[in-house]
């Protein structure tokens, strides 16, 4: 069993940066891959990043790519979410998953959730 909680969202303008966080529970964080979500009002959850536990490999959808770098601190059981340059169309909850083994884009195939934190980027 593995709990997630994230934390570092916020309200900030178009530009700004943020930095998200995901504390995980249990001694096994690096047996999981490590994904970030998000989802809009009115629309279906999307894959962000993801980040395996022991490579390091990680995964990036194309509206991030190179504003967005996931990251993970094995000894501190926490993966990170840096936002740069970001843009309105950013404004969704986040949510950090987990699941054993490689990284994926699908959500479905995660099976540990948090409970997601707001993130809102004004224009």
């Known amino acids: 069993q593995v709990q997630l909680v994230e934390s570092g969202g916020g309200l900030v303008q178009t530009g700004d940066s943020l930095r998200l966080s995901c504390a995980a529970s249990?001694?096994?964080?690096?047996?999981?891959?490590m994904g970030w979500f998000r989802q809009a009002p009115g629309k279906e959850r999307e894959f962000v990043a993801a980040?395996?536990?022991?490579?390091?490999?990680?995964g990036y959808a194309d509206s991030v790519k190179d504003r967005f770098t996931i990251a993970r601190d094995n000894a501190k059981n926490t993966v990170y979410l840096q936002m740069n340059s970001l843009k309105p169309e950013d404004t969704a909850i986040y949510y950090c998953?987990?699941?054993?083994?490689?990284?994926?884009?699908?959500?479905?195939?995660?099976?540990?959730w948090g409970q997601g934190t707001q993130v809102t980027v004004s224009s």
């Open positions: 998953a987990a699941r054993p083994g490689s990284i994926n884009s699908n959500a479905a195939l995660y099976a540990y």
């Open positions: 249990g001694r096994t964080f690096i047996a999981y891959a």
């Open positions: 980040i395996s536990g022991t490579s390091g490999r990680t």
